[in-house]
Structures are given as structure tokens and as C-alpha cells.
């Protein structure tokens, strides 16, 4: 992971936003371990790897890193997990049930929110990219999916976190960044 991180943060310089991205020291794996056992899961090596050398971007309202989304830390990942937690599941699921669907169908479960959803990035609006560890039955545990207020379709971003690091990777090869946030054109996407 480290290889993966120096090739974000070179492309980062090289567009001149490194400082902006206002990226976190890496988290102690105490902080991991004990985020694992809030969550009930043992998170992809890959992530715990990312995590330790950056934990998240600083800053609520700072530029994303990847496709306009902000890195949450270890301790932004518990509160968002938690926030999502506040809500009445049950009755949230069920008065979504008709409005909820998954892109492709089959691979994420329809549902308005899910315990086996763990946000690491946001958008600053309730909207997340986040592991899925509760798949339908095309999905696969450890995908990567975007879910949310605003995502009535829940989407599959990659099929693993390295596979996102990977698309994500790519994606900032064809960012510019506009002295406010990294975009790309869509005739580049």
C-alpha cells in the first residue's frame, strides 16, 4: 500500500494540492484494532494498511481525494458508522423497501441502510463510499460500494479495496484540480 500511497501523493504534488488534500498521519493499530471491534468485523489488510499510513484527510469541508469524497479517519469512520446506527433500521428499510435498488442488480442488498456497510469516505452531504460486508447474492464481502441519503441506488464502485485504490489511482491520472476540488471531464471519465 505504501506504493499505491506514494503514487497518490506524487500525482497530488504534481497537480500542486497536496497540502489542500490535508492528509492525517497514519492511525496507531490500537486505533484499527479497536475500530474492528466497535464495527464487529475484520477489515480488508488493504484498508488497514491505507489506514496506517494516512488516517483520512483532515477537515469537514476540505477537497476529496477521490471522486469528490473526503477520506474519513478511524475515528470519523465510528462516528459515520455510528450516526447511521441512530437510525431505526427496521423502519427505515421498510419504508424505503419500494425506492431501493442495487447497480448491478444482485450485488448490493436494496435496503436504505445496512450494519454491514462501513463508510470510509463521504461527501459531506450523508452520501458515503464505504466496504460492504453484507452482499446480496451476486456480491462479494469486502466490495466497494457508494450509499447514502441521497443513494436510493446503491452502486458497486470495485470489487475490492485494492481494486479501488487502483480505479482511483487512475482517476486522479486524469484529474485537474481547480484550486477548490480535483475533477475530471466528462469526455476524460
Not at 431505526?88 to 424505503?96: L, P, R, S, V
Not at 481494486?163 to 484550486?179: P, S
Amino acid at each position: 500500500m505504501e506504493e499505491q500511497w506514494n503514487r497518490i501523493r506524487d500525482r497530488l504534488a504534481t497537480l500542486g494540492c497536496l497540502p489542500d488534500m490535508a492528509l492525517r498521519p497514519g492511525a496507531a493499530q490500537a486505533g484499527i484494532d479497536a475500530l474492528e471491534e466497535h464495527l464487529g468485523v475484520q477489515l480488508p489488510e488493504a484498508f488497514r494498511q491505507f489506514l496506517r499510513i494516512h488516517d483520512g484527510q483532515d477537515g469537514q469541508d476540505g477537497a476529496g481525494l477521490f471522486y469528490g469524497n473526503q477520506l474519513l479517519s478511524v475515528t470519523g469512520i465510528r462516528d459515520a458508522w455510528d450516526g447511521w446506527r441512530d437510525l431505526d433500521e427496521d423502519e427505515m428499510n421498510a419504508d424505503c423497501a419500494d425506492s431501493m435498488g442495487s447497480e448491478p442488480e444482485g450485488f448490493i442488498k436494496p435496503l436504505y441502510c445496512n450494519r454491514g456497510w462501513i463508510p470510509f469516505a463521504h461527501d459531506g452531504g450523508g452520501n458515503h463510499i464505504g466496504i460492504d460486508f453484507d452482499p446480496d447474492a451476486l456480491g462479494t464481502s469486502g466490495q466497494i460500494i457508494a450509499f447514502g441519503r441521497d443513494e436510493d441506488t446503491k452502486r458497486l464502485l470495485a470489487p475490492s479495496f485494492d481494486a479501488f485504490i487502483d480505479d482511483g489511482i487512475a482517476w486522479l491520472g486524469r484529474a485537474v484540480w481547480n484550486g477548490m476540488y480535483l475533477d475530471v471531464a466528462r469526455d476524460a471519465a
